[in-house]
């Protein structure tokens, strides 16, 4: 599977990042193509404020098919704005 690590710091408003991020997996969830293929964890570090997201898919179609939707669109404005300048990201793929 490939993927990506990515990190970011956030102090804003915690509600309006939960819900951003389960409205998200929620729309994969929905969709038996995505839901197949695509893995999204997110962790919040020890300090409360750094973000990691880990996701991962099966093919480039199932990536395409996700990049097409308008809530994933919708979910990556959210994230640049949530992040801010902090924003990196990593492409990695699994080993194990």
Not at 39 to 46: I, K, L, M, T
Request: glycine share 6%; hydrophobic share 40%; with cysteine.
């Amino acid at each position: 599977m490939d993927g990506l690590l990515i990190e970011y710091t956030y102090d804003g408003d915690e509600t309006a990042w939960t819900n951003a991020i389960q409205t998200f997996c929620r729309n994969i969830g929905a969709d038996p193509r995505l839901a197949s293929g695509v893995r999204y964890h997110v962790f919040v570090r020890a300090d409360g404020r750094s973000r990691v997201h880990v996701p991962s898919w099966d093919s480039a179609s199932t990536l395409a098919h996700l990049q097409s939707q308008e809530f994933f669109k919708t979910f990556a404005a959210a994230v640049k704005r949530f992040a801010g300048d902090t924003l990196r990201t990593t492409k990695i793929k699994f080993a194990v």
